[in-house]
């Protein structure tokens, strides 16, 4: 699912992006699908999105992930759903001829990409005159989380590093619709949705176990001593009980 993605997605990431379907993370392309249409889901993972896009549509899930697309088409066989299928292909160069797609789509991967511009310049490429862009990405700086304390800015500050030197922007939702204008789309409307993606507390064991497996690992050796003392304020973080964590998602649309 993610291009230029810190690899350490553990199984419980794994689930949840198994877990999301259209119905909640894609209310608000819906109204842009018709039948007949081609419709391209870009970082499509396992595909439980893709599959409740648009039943009249054809559909094609793109992922870099041979793995997650394995999953995807399995998941398509048994569903019978026979007007959708899955590739393995990089967010900046599609297979597919210039202005031959009618829809693009796309859910949590621009803020794992290291070149967003890039890969909207390629949709942009790709999509036909007219054609139509849905994405909706990540801002960590408008995350709602109560309480938010010491430790719990510290682990997140950590979190945010890994992002950043696996080449994403944790705060991807602040710029993504001016990197739609810059790539040549127009008719841009932008707004944010709020959706509690995980629990509090299952938010604070994932920061640790990232955290965790940094700290271990040498390539994060200059960063270490940070990390680490991230990791000590995960595990505070951890301990101190329940709260309330809603993440921001920007959900954008545009025309080719």
């Not at 031959?100 to 890969?119: C, G, I, N, T, Y």
């Not at 604070?204 to 304020?233: H, I, N, T």
Request: charged share 25%; hydrophobic share 40%.
């Amino acid at each position: 699912m993610l291009e230029g993605y810190a690899p350490g997605y553990g199984r419980d990431a794994v689930s949840m992006m198994s877990a999301r379907t259209a119905a909640e993370r894609a209310t608000f392309a819906q109204p842009l699908f018709r039948p007949g249409m081609w419709v391209v889901d870009l970082g499509c993972g396992p595909g439980s999105i893709t599959l409740g896009l648009a039943a009249e549509a054809r559909v094609t899930g793109v992922d870099r992930d041979a793995g997650q697309v394995a999953m995807a088409r399995d998941a398509a066989r048994r569903a019978g759903r026979s007007t959708v299928d899955f590739l393995v292909a990089s967010a900046y160069d599609l297979p597919f001829a210039d202005g031959s797609v009618d829809v693009a789509f796309s859910h949590a991967l621009f803020e794992h990409l290291a070149a967003p511009r890039d890969a909207l310049a390629e949709l942009h490429r790709v999509l036909r005159p007219g054609g139509r862009l849905a994405l909706s990405t990540s801002d960590w700086s408008k995350a709602r989380l109560r309480p938010k304390t010491a430790n719990v800015d510290a682990a997140l500050r950590g979190h945010y590093l890994l992002r950043r030197r696996a080449g994403g922007d944790p705060f991807a939702g602040r710029t993504i619709a001016d990197h739609c204008a810059s790539a040549g789309f127009t008719e841009i409307v932008s707004r944010a949705r709020y959706r509690e993606d995980m629990t509090y507390r299952g938010l604070a064991k994932y920061v640790e176990s990232r955290l965790g497996e940094a700290v271990a690992d040498p390539q994060f050796g200059r960063d270490r001593d940070q990390l680490a003392s991230a990791a000590r304020s995960a595990q505070t973080w951890v301990r101190s009980g329940d709260g309330d964590f809603s993440q921001c998602w920007v959900e954008v649309t545009a025309t080719r």
